[in-house]
């Protein structure tokens, strides 16, 4: 048996053109445009709310009241999860951690705080991150859509990697001082503490599960703040430098 030329094998593995990652199936992809445009919908619902209310009571105070409802029923049950479903499912690709820690302070913050402490609903923190929420939630499923039906107007995606740099920090901060004004009121009430002794002989002090949430954002809001600036150079920078040139 001959020996193989040298570089043949080389050769040949060069000429093997590169497998390109395969997009979501024709059932998936469908699945993904039907969510999606519900998702954007829904939260369409909740800016309308938003802006009618302040339109009857002329004040943005207190405008939580009328959003309270479709926010708690709609965002936070199943379609936060089928979000996170498809990320660990693979069917979105995307990082789980990261996905999973925005969810999962929305979940805490509408119900465990904002819910759960009434006297911090009519915090003007509270309607800042709802409104960045809100905004951010119908620029991002409109990405998604029209990605999907590879029809993306650029204005939506400029937006998509842009309009995050002013809101990410609005709904970090929101959430932060509805967290601190609750403080007061978990401390005095002993909202979920358990205290020993006990048959369990376990205790837990919600006042300082509090703080140390507040303190996790420390490490946590940077990793999704600047893997978005990544994303936007990534995405925005060959335009940016092309209309440079031009």
């Known amino acids: 048996m001959s020996a193989a030329a040298p570089g043949t094998s080389k050769a040949a593995h060069s000429d093997v053109a590169p497998k390109k990652k395969k997009g979501p199936g024709a059932l998936a992809t469908a699945y993904l445009v039907i ?22 009571r002329g004040s943005y105070h207190g ?33 789980v951690v990261l996905t999973g820690f925005q969810v999962m302070s929305r979940v805490f913050l509408t119900w465990a705080v ?10 003007d923190s509270v309607l800042l991150f709802v409104t960045a929420w809100t905004v951010t939630e119908i620029i991002r499923y409109s990405f998604y859509t029209f990605s999907l039906l ?7 995606k400029w937006a998509r990697y ?3 740099i002013v809101l990410y920090p609005m709904g970090v901060t929101g959430e932060l001082l509805t967290i ?13 503490s358990v ?23 420390i490490p946590l809001f940077p990793q999704l703040y600047f893997h978005m600036i ?8 060959h335009v940016e430098d092309y209309s440079k040139v031009e």
């Open 35 to 56: 969510y999606n445009v519900v998702m954007t919908a829904g939260w369409l619902v909740i800016a309308v709310g938003l802006v009618r209310a302040y339109l009857a």
């Open 63 to 95: 405008l939580y009241y009328s959003i309270e409802k479709p926010l708690k029923n709609w965002y936070s049950f199943i379609p936060i999860y089928v979000r996170l479903l498809s990320r660990v499912s693979g069917i979105v690709p995307s990082s």
């Open 114 to 123: 904002t819910h759960s402490v009434r006297e911090v609903q009519s915090e």
């Open 150 to 156: 590879n029809h993306l107007p650029y204005l939506i």
């Open 162 to 164: 842009t309009f995050f």
């Open 180 to 192: 601190y004004a609750a403080l007061p009121y978990v401390q005095k009430t002993g909202l979920y």
């Open 195 to 217: 205290t020993l002794p006990n048959k369990y002989n376990f205790s837990f002090d919600y006042y300082t599960f509090l703080i140390l949430i507040m303190i996790s954002y």
């Open 230 to 237: 990544r994303q936007r150079k990534k995405v925005l920078g």
